[in-house]
């Protein structure tokens, strides 16, 4: 899977991984480019004022009121502090993949 994050100034950074072709995989890819993606972002930018590390806890995926919901756990450290953060959307079209990404994007904009 393939990601670009498009930041502010039309600075464009990729993000890519590869999983298993399961709906499971499929979330982790999403979740993992995404946080590339994000990473570079945050090193181009400046804007995580720090170096800012990046990691999954954990995705799930739950169907609830006919939509599949995709959450995204993720641990993140900058300048010395660590932050638990949690991100989750209904995946658009039931595109699991997608729905990570978005995640992941929900769960970073409280530290970027």
Known sequence: ?????????GEIVPGQAQATDTPEG???AGATAAIQAVSGVA???????????????????????DNLIVIVALRAQRGGRRYDLMGSIVA??????????????AATNRIL
């Open 43 to 65: 090193a181009v930018s400046g804007v995580a004022q720090g170096a800012l590390t990046l990691e999954i806890r954990g995705t799930k995926l739950v169907r609830d009121f």
């Open 26 to 28: 499929r979330m982790i």
């Open 92 to 105: 658009p079209r039931d595109d699991v993949a997608r729905g990570a990404v978005l995640a992941v994007l």
């Open 1 to 9: 899977m393939r990601v670009e994050v498009e930041w502010v100034g």
